[in-house]
């Protein structure tokens, strides 16, 4: 990263703002991957709690609203999007067998939807590194 990108985030939060903000997306994160395996398991999930779009997440939120003004001119963050697009695809998958009866699809489906979901951690954690780095 260079020293232009370093000093903008700098300019928009401070480095344990970032830390917290991050901490906070990847929380969001985990939590709304344990309500769509909750509801692989057989669980009631109330939908609200597992949207399918990509947008409509309190991470995509978080993404597309306060991460994007705070880090959106970072190229790690930009790592983040591709990963938490294609989760969602697969979540639209699973959702759309849990709804046809087809449990055992879904449960195939989930094992890839939960590969996916490290990575997207990963890239999160690169950007926590990152933003470790400032001063």
Known sequence: ????????????????????????????????????????????????KTPVQHTDCSFGKWYYGAGQQALGHHELYEGIEVPHRILHQIYGEIYHYIDKGKADKAKERLSHLVEISRTLLEAIALLEQEVNTLK
Do not use: F, T
């Open 1 to 48: 990263m260079s020293v232009v990108n370093i000093n903008a985030i700098n300019a928009s939060l401070d480095k344990d703002e970032a830390q917290r903000m991050l901490r906070k997306a990847k929380s969001a994160h985990i939590k709304w991957r344990s309500y769509a395996q909750g509801l692989v398991a057989g669980l009631d999930i109330p939908e609200d």
